[in-house]
């Protein structure tokens, strides 16, 4: 394991990788799902490295004297689909000073121009499958200039005349020698968005000490070692898979198996042929791994535990269908926070890690007893373990942070030994008749019908400023149930308040990119 005492922390994430490389260089280091392409950690790290000096040789980086890159050519953006070159691209960034600015892939129109104009990026990392996006927007970018494309040159000059196309293969340099980087582990390594869900996209700025903090605060919770193959199929334009999955198995010498998108009919085949050992379950994965059929896979494979939060599924039933550890909830972090609250491995409440203090606190931020539901408000005791800011966005770095306090629109409690429990986004809290309903208690109780696979409620406007729920479902294969056999089971395992007035049966449910429920696009969907 690489060794990260406090003094190392002064390490930047250029020098970390290196270090891995040295020490573990043989190594399996990642391996692609679905094609088996695999690298050790010495072929990992010399692609980063032919990609750090094609970068610092073949682009315009706006280097000083002093070798520091400045000016708006500090940011380079990436939008790309899962892959070994990705997260290759990711430290190469690093490794020449350059800010990763990580694109959601999913994004489109306003929200795609904005998050590329925010940081002023001249460069952008990507692929033919992102062009038509890219067409769509291409005249409201206003800085971009170049565009690496990783496949499909000719086409990219066909669409984008006005910009500079270089080839991702003419980029390569022959030299692979490592790129010393003087950055301070407080200077800023990426920049990664929040989804969106619930207003615009902030970039938050995360530093090289919040990803090796982060990562090495997760090693204990999850037992994670040298022995163990992780997976992840979730986008890295997000920390979770980025920071959470493959920089606590790069810190070890363990293998990282990653997948370009979650596929359920693919996920218990793969994990089996890999050797995976844990996992980390995201958005609603936990929920559709439950409810689909019994297969040959549920018991043969390797993997040890896992992690999910929420977890809608009773972590005994999963234990024993899956034949695993489900770690308990009581874990928190997100991408404005860092991780904050780590899990323990036979206990449903977290405990606060050293960097943090927390707090439950009302509506007019006093704190409330224990036991008792308010928001979670985070400070920390460390620099640089937090996003330091929104990006280009001091009013909502000011609004999120009040009483020195940052405000996370959660909602959680802790209970009389201080242990922490998360609860439900304030985003999901639905007026009803008086009564402020938790869409998660919602998706919770209708999640025990024997034929739903999936639920997602919100609230729709009703009389004198009220809402009404309406609940989204899908079913698991080959079941039927009617709307009102829905809200029949609703009625007896909630409160009168909380049965939805509407329940919509769906195909599919719209998900964001890291597998939740995508409630914007179900707002527009017609009663």
Same mark, same amino acid.
């Given at each position: 394991?690489?060794?990260?005492?406090?003094?190392?922390?002064?390490?930047?994430?250029?020098?970390?990788?290196?270090?891995?490389?040295?020490?573990?260089?043989?190594?399996?280091?990642?391996?692609?799902?679905?094609?088996?392409?695999?690298?050790?950690?010495?072929?990992?790290?010399?692609?980063?490295?032919?990609?750090?000096?094609?970068?610092?040789?073949?682009?315009?980086?706006?280097?000083?004297?002093?070798?520091?890159?400045?000016?708006?050519?500090?940011?380079?953006?990436?939008?790309?689909?899962?892959?070994?070159?990705?997260?290759?691209?990711?430290?190469?960034?690093?490794?020449?000073?350059?800010?990763?600015?990580?694109?959601?892939?999913?994004?489109?129109?306003?929200?795609?121009?904005?998050?590329?104009?925010?940081?002023?990026?001249?460069?952008?990392?990507?692929?033919?499958?992102?062009?038509?996006?890219?067409?769509?927007?291409?005249?409201?970018?206003?800085?971009?200039?170049?565009?690496?494309?990783?496949?499909?040159?000719?086409?990219?000059?066909?669409?984008?005349?006005?910009?500079?196309?270089?080839?991702?293969?003419?980029?390569?340099?022959?030299?692979?020698?490592?790129?010393?980087?003087?950055?301070?582990?407080?200077?800023?390594?990426?920049?990664?968005?929040?989804?969106?869900?619930?207003?615009?996209?902030?970039?938050?700025?995360?530093?090289?000490?919040?990803?090796?903090?982060?990562?090495?605060?997760?090693?204990?919770?999850?037992?994670?070692?040298?022995?163990?193959?992780?997976?992840?199929?979730?986008?890295?334009?997000?920390?979770?898979?980025?920071?959470?999955?493959?920089?606590?198995?790069?810190?070890?010498?363990?293998?990282?198996?990653?997948?370009?998108?979650?596929?359920?009919?693919?996920?218990?085949?793969?994990?089996?042929?890999?050797?995976?050992?844990?996992?980390?379950?995201?958005?609603?994965?936990?929920?559709?791994?439950?409810?689909?059929?019994?297969?040959?896979?549920?018991?043969?494979?390797?993997?040890?535990?896992?992690?999910?939060?929420?977890? #809608?599924? $009773?972590?005994?039933?999963?234990?024993? &269908?899956?034949?695993?550890? +489900?770690? @308990? %909830?009581?874990?928190?972090? *997100?991408?404005?926070?860092?991780?904050?609250?780590?899990?323990?491995?036979?206990?449903?409440?977290?405990?606060?890690?050293?960097?943090?203090?927390?707090?439950?606190?009302?509506?007019?931020?006093?704190?409330?007893?224990?036991?008792?539901?308010?928001?979670?408000?985070?400070?920390?005791?460390?620099?640089?373990?937090?996003?330091?800011?929104?990006?280009?966005?001091?009013?909502?770095?000011?609004?999120?942070?009040?009483?020195?306090?940052?405000?996370?629109?959660?909602?959680?409690?802790?209970?009389?030994?201080?242990?922490?429990?998360?609860?439900?986004?304030?985003?999901?809290?639905?007026?009803?008749?008086?009564?402020?309903?938790?869409?998660?208690?919602?998706?919770?109780?209708?999640?025990?019908?024997?034929?739903?696979?999936?639920?997602?409620?919100?609230?729709? #406007?009703? $009389?004198?400023?009220?809402?009404?729920? &309406?609940?989204?479902?899908? +079913?698991? @294969? %080959?079941?039927?149930?009617? *709307?009102?056999?829905?809200?029949?089971?609703?009625?007896?395992?909630?409160?009168?308040?909380?049965?939805?007035?509407?329940?919509?049966?769906?195909?599919?449910?719209?998900?964001?990119?890291?597998?939740?429920?995508?409630?914007?696009?179900?707002?527009?969907?017609?009663?």
């Amino acid at each position: 394991m690489v060794d990260l005492t406090a003094t190392d922390l002064q390490m930047n994430l250029g020098e970390l990788v290196h270090q891995c490389a040295t020490q573990f260089a043989d190594r399996p280091c990642i391996t692609m799902a679905d094609s088996s392409t695999a690298v050790t950690y010495q072929e990992f790290e010399s692609q980063i490295n032919q990609i750090a000096h094609g970068v610092k040789s073949k682009l315009e980086t706006g280097l000083d004297d002093e070798d520091q890159v400045t000016g708006s050519n500090r940011f380079v953006a990436i939008m790309l689909e899962n892959s070994i070159t990705y997260v290759a691209i990711t430290y190469a960034l690093k490794k020449t000073q350059h800010v990763e600015v990580s694109i959601n892939r999913a994004f489109r129109g306003a929200a795609l121009s904005r998050t590329i104009n925010l940081t002023g990026c001249e460069t952008l990392f990507t692929s033919a499958a992102h062009f038509d996006a890219l067409l769509q927007v291409h005249e409201d970018l206003q800085h971009l200039r170049t565009l690496v494309i990783i496949d499909d040159v000719p086409r990219a000059r066909e669409l984008f005349p006005t910009l500079e196309i270089v080839a991702f293969t003419d980029l390569l340099s022959d030299n692979d020698t490592h790129i010393t980087s003087c950055a301070g582990d407080l200077e800023t390594a990426s920049i990664m968005f929040t989804s969106g869900t619930t207003g615009v996209s902030k970039g938050c700025v995360l530093s090289h000490r919040y990803a090796l903090r982060t990562a090495q605060n997760l090693l204990q919770p999850f037992r994670i070692t040298a022995d163990d193959v992780s997976y992840t199929p979730y986008p890295l334009s997000h920390v979770g898979p980025a920071y959470y999955d493959i920089l606590p198995t790069l810190l070890t010498g363990g293998k990282v198996v990653l997948r370009d998108g979650f596929s359920l009919s693919a996920f218990w085949p793969e994990v089996s042929r890999h050797g995976v050992t844990w996992f980390l379950c995201l958005g609603s994965v936990q929920q559709l791994l439950y409810s689909a059929p019994t297969g040959k896979y549920d018991k043969k494979h390797s993997v040890k535990r896992c992690w999910s939060t929420p977890a #809608p599924v $009773a972590k005994e039933d999963f234990d024993r &269908r899956f034949n695993l550890h +489900l770690i @308990p %909830g009581g874990g928190y972090g *997100s991408t404005d926070a860092g991780w904050v609250v780590a899990p323990q491995w036979d206990h449903p409440g977290g405990k606060v890690l050293p960097q943090f203090e927390i707090a439950i606190v009302d509506d007019d931020d006093n704190p409330v007893p224990p036991g008792c539901d308010g928001e979670l408000v985070i400070r920390s005791n460390e620099p640089g373990v937090m996003s330091d800011e929104y990006f280009a966005m001091p009013e909502k770095t000011l609004e999120s942070r009040r009483n020195l306090w940052f405000h996370t629109g959660d909602i959680a409690r802790l209970d009389d030994q201080g242990l922490f429990y998360f609860r439900y986004r304030m985003a999901e809290r639905i007026r009803v008749l008086g009564e402020m309903v938790s869409g998660f208690e919602v998706e919770e109780g209708a999640l025990t019908h024997p034929c739903i696979e999936d639920a997602a409620a919100i609230g729709i #406007p009703a $009389a004198l400023g009220e809402e009404t729920i &309406r609940l989204f479902v899908t +079913l698991k @294969p %080959g079941k039927t149930v009617t *709307s009102e056999e829905v809200r029949e089971h609703c009625r007896q395992c909630m409160a009168k308040y909380m049965v939805p007035s509407v329940v919509t049966i769906l195909d599919n449910m719209p998900r964001t990119t890291t597998g939740k429920p995508e409630k914007g696009e179900l707002r527009k969907l017609p009663l």
